[in-house]
């Protein structure tokens, strides 16, 4: 298997969301701390497609959930 690592930037792009760092943070400290009940792919603030790709991802270990499960856990963090 030829994994590709994809980082935090890139994941946003495929998102449809700004990709730069200050976008980024605010995007986390937005949506942190992000209940531990709720997995990242049903958060509310995604929408329909984000959610599918995510769960499609993060179901088949595809290249995109490392970055996936990065993500996850900074919405974790309490800021």
């Known amino acids: 298997m030829d994994a590709t690592f994809h980082p935090l930037k890139e994941l946003f792009r495929q998102l449809g969301l700004e990709s730069d760092t200050a976008d980024i ?26 959610k599918e790709f995510l769960k499609d991802e993060l179901l088949n270990d595809a290249d995109w959930s490392e970055a996936i499960d990065l993500l996850n856990s900074q919405l974790r963090i309490i800021r």
């Open 25 to 50: 943070n605010r995007f986390i400290a937005m949506h942190a701390p992000l209940n531990p009940l709720v997995s990242i792919a049903d958060a509310s603030f995604w929408t329909t497609s984000q």
